[in-house]
């Protein structure tokens, strides 16, 4: 009985913080719940103006990127890539980068509207390191078929000499 009492307090409290939590977000702006999803993304979330100096970043850039605040760096100096390759007049764009020992892939985003870009990095190590482990298995396939292949025709010619 005392049991089922405290289990009535605790879900009774947590209605209550569901709630308290629900009016809270939807006093805030859509502007300022976009600024958060950005803020708090475990990706690296980074805005650069048309002339590719930084505008803003998230605390995941930084940490990828090894710098603690990236704001007024000049994009180039971040990343091997010439600013004259960035042209995203034909929409989005996607580069592979290694950066401090990770692979990201950047996506590249004209925001018109505020004369930016806004760039979204996602670390794809796994995913690049699954593909060399890949390569390298084909490449020992292909050895041991090549391989077989020339120790078949070898077995054929000496059956043809019989």
Known sequence: MKSELMMEDIQQALDENHEDFHELHDQ???DEKMAYFARYNPNPVIRIDNY???LISNKSA??????EKMRGLHWNDLVDM????IDTSKGNLRFEYNLHGKDL????SPVPEIEAINIYGFDISERKKMEKELE???RRLKQMYAELSLKS????DIIKKL
């Open 28 to 30: 805030i702006s859509e």
């Open 105 to 108: 892939l950047l996506c590249y």
């Open 153 to 156: 025709q070898m077995q054929e």
């Open 62 to 67: 930084n940490v990828y990127f090894k710098i």
């Open 82 to 85: 010439n600013r004259a390759k």
């Open 52 to 54: 590719g100096k930084v």
């Open 136 to 138: 390298e298995e084909n």
